[in-house]
């Protein structure tokens, strides 16, 4: 408790110049934070931009392998992969398939830069013909997920991604039990040393629309409210976090970050658990568009905002940013 005042009392003393700013500093933003997330399709010399995503690319798998190299060199320690299969089905199949688009590139990534952290986004909305994340049960005229024919399919997912090489799994479809049944095919398979990290706390967001323009993902009906969370709920997301925990998560992810840093602070706060937070492509598509028009510093601004997801809570960032921090940190 603070007991003296002004004049005695003088906070800008600890703010006079930058060497004691950084003495000082309680929050600090290092590329040692970052995961950068790629998007792989099929097909030999492609680097296709997205245009709702300046600066973000769509790349085959012969181009992924060079881009992988240069963010070794520029430090990042991980990436995220999302595939883009030639041929979409109702199952996703090619989700599972050990000759899939993912499971390729985790080997042709592995064999050129053998010590980057592979984590593999899990989920099926990229590889369905119908967009969502899962099995589709249709009954008089209403369609959804189901939850528990969806865990199996998972199953086969995640172990085809370790067989290939993968590090680490990520769960991103927020299905109920997914954790319990992703770390029991795992460990039955054998990878009882592979890692989950959950997206336990995803909410429905509109945030994520320059992500399915990236991951051709839109739903061709409906929404993912039934599945994905409501913005108004954190207590919710403290009781998702809490269940991933318990089934065996090793890391919980909050999903976005710059509108959800509330829940990001609950979730570390309550758990004490290592804690991810996605810096999701409508936050970046935002910092770029105004970037563009000269609007802002971009430096600047990326810079304090994922700086505020960390004094949030968050451990790790996944960030279409990383290479460009990785770059300013130098």
Known sequence: MITGKFPQLRPR???????????????????DDLIYPLFIVEGEGIK?????MPGQYRYSIDKIVEEVK?????????????????????????????????QRSIKAIKDAVPEMYIITDVCFCEYTSHGHCGYLKCENGYCDVDNDKTLELLKKQVVSHAKAGADMVAPSGMMDGMIKAIR?????????????????AKYASAYYGPFR????????FGDRRSYQMDPANINEALREVALDIEEGAD??????????????????????YPTAAYNVSGEYSMIKAAALNGWIDERKLVMETLLSMKRAGADLILTYFAKDVAKWLG
């Not at 110049?17 to 309680?26: A, L, P, Y």
């Not at 296709?48 to 709702?52: A, L, N, T």
């Not at 029991?184 to 336990?200: K, N």
């Open 70 to 102: 240069e963010i070794k060199e520029l430090g990042i320690p991980g990436i995220i992969l999302f595939g883009i299969p030639e041929e979409k089905d109702e199952l996703g199949s090619d989700s599972f398939s050990d000759d899939g688009i993912i």
């Open 13 to 31: 003393r600890l703010r006079k110049n930058e060497n004691i700013r950084r003495m000082v500093r309680e929050t600090v933003l290092t590329v």
């Open 48 to 52: 296709e931009e997205i245009s709702s």
């Open 213 to 220: 323009d990236a991951a051709e993902s839109t739903p061709s």
């Open 184 to 200: 029991e095919g795992l460990d039955r398979a054998g990878f009882t040393e592979i890692p989950i990290m959950s997206y336990a």
């Open 251 to 272: 890391i919980v992810m909050v999903k976005p970050a710059l509108s959800y840093m509330d829940v990001i602070k609950a979730v570390k706060d309550t758990f004490k």
